[in-house]
């Protein structure tokens, strides 16, 4: 079962790379799932803008400091998701709400989670 919060490595049009689950877990047992790329690349840059969330190296199984963008948004299909490697981490509820909340600000919108 593929749960929000979890980090999984996924083959991306970015290649291989982290990518944290944000679709609910019912929409996750079908064939697709949605989740945001997570990089390692201009971490002090991105790390403050309103659209990305920083996380740590040593949080949530990430070794680098790195940011989820939300502007990275996107379908994967879960045969994408490297399984067999298993969950890299799960993102904390607070993260999550982070996380919400950069994807509302990249659409323009105060989301706020339940």
């Given at each position: 079962m593929i749960r929000?919060?979890?980090?999984?490595?996924a083959d991306s049009d970015a290649g291989k790379r982290p990518a944290v689950i944000v679709s609910r877990e019912e929409l996750n047992r079908g064939r697709w799932v949605v989740a945001v790329l997570i990089t390692s690349a201009h971490f002090p840059?991105?790390?403050?803008?309103?659209?990305?969330?920083?996380l740590r190296a040593g949080e949530f199984g990430l070794t680098k400091d790195c940011v989820a963008q939300a502007e990275t948004i996107t379908f994967l299909e879960a045969s994408e998701l490297d399984l067999d490697a298993g969950v890299l981490g799960v993102v904390d509820e607070s993260r999550m709400?982070?996380?919400?909340?950069?994807?509302?600000?990249?659409?323009?919108?105060?989301?706020e989670p339940l």
């Open positions: 929000p919060g979890e980090i999984y490595l840059t991105r790390s403050v803008l309103p659209h990305c969330v920083p709400r982070d996380l919400i909340r950069a994807v509302g600000n990249m659409m323009g919108s105060d989301c």
